[in-house]
């Protein structure tokens, strides 16, 4: 039956038959993520219930948005689920980018230094920050910035970190995930461990974490351990695939004061910000979040054992724990990101007839390919598969709403990588 239907997709017996050997070795490993997940739902569960969301809370609001009480508790729900004294979460923040972007310039002033401990940020963040010139970035704003290149073997670089901290160093920036580099993403208990060596050299800092990508993937998160705030974009993992737009950032009540200030007006803050018509997938989103990023991270692990398999490196690799939902696996030429990239197209269900193609994008230096059929355009805690034109020539693979669809979305790419020649089974 499941062979047929495989059939009429476009996937192979021989593909699917080296698919159900892989899942036959990954049982104990998906048991342990169903875990994960179940005690994620139960955390997002009690948030909803301590804070009363109500029928009213789903209904949204126009105009300012004065006293929008599903935008309010919706804050109060996020701020319970990461521990955190505060959060601002809204569709006004247009994607990870832009929280990321206000939860810095928020929180430094002119004269300040920005430290990034864990080597170059993501690419988008380069323009924020100045390391390529931008109108309006921190540096022309006289925010300064050092950074401190993980070890050759990925860990952290102590001994510099603490030459780095000096008197104008005000704000450090982890990145949890890896981004578009073959670093490894660092589990929280390690984020934990270099804030607690970065408050010891300098108390007083702030430190925030990109979260991007890392939501539910373990049980807590970096606000659990000492992070004054986490950012992330709604389009991924807290979104939970129905999150139209958005992004949130959950921290320190005085941190997260001015972000409102930064996003709207100072004076105004947290006051205004309608919620036009989103605050039922944002709230149904988050629900769903946790057993989401659990699929995810099940086809995450199911493609690096497949593409390990067939001699490809992958990072992190099949049997590595699991700290945020990418896969990168390390095709080696533009030709077979390009296969692999159509194959995780075409088992998309929008678009699933579209071919991606190489360009570029505002915020990347290198052409970018990306394969997504999303139900919101760009979401990539849905299927979706992307990767800069440059060596190593890795593609990042991410996503699926569903288990089922990765576990499609991954063999339907090796198809087509296959019927190029590209690979050998
Ligand atoms: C996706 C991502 C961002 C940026 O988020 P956008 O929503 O694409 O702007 C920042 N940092 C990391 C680690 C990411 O994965």
């Given amino acids: 039956m499941k062979t047929e239907m495989y059939l009429a997709l476009g ?118 920050i100045g390391i390529r010139p931008s109108p309006c970035s921190l540096k022309e704003f006289g925010v300064s910035y050092r950074q401190v290149d993980l070890r050759p073997d990925g860990t952290f670089d102590y001994e510099n970190i603490k030459n780095a901290i000096n008197e104008k160093t005000k704000l450090v920036t982890i990145q949890r995930s890896k981004g578009y580099q073959m670093r490894p993403s660092f589990s929280v208990k390690e984020i934990g461990e270099l804030i607690a060596f970065i408050k010891r050299v300098k108390p007083g800092l702030t430190v925030m974490v990109d979260n991007c990508y890392g939501e539910f993937t373990e049980e807590t998160e970096p606000s659990d351990v000492g992070a004054d705030m986490v950012v992330g974009s709604l389009i991924k993992n807290p979104g939970g695939g129905l999150a139209p737009i958005g992004g949130y950032i959950a921290g320190k009540q005085a941190c997260i004061d001015r972000c409102h200030y930064r996003l709207t007006a100072p004076g105004i803050g947290q006051d205004v910000g309608a919620s036009l018509d989103v605050s039922r997938s944002l709230y149904q989103g988050f629900f769903l979040a946790p057993t989401v990023a659990a699929g995810a991270l099940k086809g995450a692990i199911f493609a690096a054992n497949l593409y390990e398999r067939l001699g490809f490196a992958c990072v992190p690799n099949g049997r590595e724990s699991r700290h945020d939902i990418i896969q990168s696996i390390r095709l080696g030429s533009k030709e077979a990101m390009e296969a692999f990239c159509s194959g995780i197209q075409a088992a998309a269900p929008v678009d699933s007839f579209a071919t991606p193609v190489p360009c570029p994008i505002p915020g990347y230096d290198d052409e970018v390919i990306m394969a997504a059929g999303a139900f919101i355009q760009g979401a990539s805690i849905e299927l979706s598969a992307d990767g800069p034109i440059r060596p190593p020539y890795a593609v990042y693979f991410q996503g699926g709403l569903t288990w089922a669809h990765a576990k499609i979305g991954v063999l339907m790419s090796l198809q087509k990588l296959y019927e190029k020649g590209l690979v050998s089974l």
């Fill in 11 to 128: 996937i192979s017996p021989r593909v699917a038959a080296l698919g159900e050997e892989i899942l036959a070795g990954l049982e104990e490993r998906f048991k342990a993520i169903d875990e994960t997940a179940e005690y994620n739902q139960a955390k997002v569960l009690l948030a909803m219930q301590k804070n009363r969301v109500s029928a009213e809370c789903l209904t949204g609001t126009t105009g300012y948005g004065h006293d929008d009480k599903g935008r309010d508790t919706l804050e109060r729900v996020y701020a319970d689920v990461f521990h955190t004294e505060a959060a601002l979460v809204r569709p006004a923040l247009t994607c990870g980018t832009h929280a990321l972007a206000t939860a810095l310039s928020a929180n430094l002033l002119p004269g300040d230094e920005l430290l990034s401990p864990v080597g170059r940020p993501y690419d988008t963040l380069e323009e924020v």
